[in-house]
């Protein structure tokens, strides 16, 4: 079902996905980046795309938007609820999340806002660390309307780590390119 509505809505909006299957297969149980991130829309192609790549997601979201008043809406996308009030260590959350099952993928938003920022957070790193996986790098360009995963990497040292993944997004245009900030570090 999610499939067909992720080809209906990609069909209609002129959309494409661009990844192969050894990077889908590659994307398959790491933290996933998505980026840019400077819109609404932005969820909607990222979920088409994980639908299209048939890759179960995970992400997490302001517990708000997981309660009953939502009807399940975003926990059917795969949303975890996250009281930021609350002093946790989602890092440890995460990553024993994806030790535990080997059936996601874990959807984490670099930029952490759709609003500019000077650079981006570091979660997605040090949950991969933490977990052992890799780090796959999905983005959505509003130029091309194309999505996908352009890249699969180790989580590395960390400086060089952030080079590669600045170098590979250099290119990708986001919906509102005022507000992407591709300096990550």
Known sequence: M?????????WI?????????????????TVMIAAPHTSNYDLMFAMGTFWLMRLPVKFFIKDFYTKWYFFGFFKWLGAIGVDRSKRSNLVDFAAELLQQRDDITLMVPAEG????????????????????????LGYLD????????????????????????????????????????????
Do not use: C, M
């Not at 999610?2 to 990609?10: E, P, S, T």
């Not at 806002?113 to 796959?136: L, Q």
């Open 2 to 10: 999610k499939y067909l509505i992720a080809k209906f809505v990609f």
């Open 113 to 136: 806002t759709r609003k500019a920022v000077e650079k981006w957070k570091t979660g997605f790193y040090h949950i991969a660390v933490k977990a052992n996986k890799n780090i796959s």
């Open 13 to 29: 909006t002129g959309w494409k996905l661009n990844a192969s299957e050894a990077q889908i297969a590659a994307a398959r149980n």
């Open 142 to 185: 509003y130029g091309k309307k194309e999505s996908g995963v352009l890249e699969v990497i180790p989580a590395g040292e960390q400086k060089s780590t952030f080079d590669r993944i600045q170098d590979v997004y250099k290119n990708v245009q986001a919906k509102y390119p005022e507000l992407y900030n591709k300096v990550i570090h």
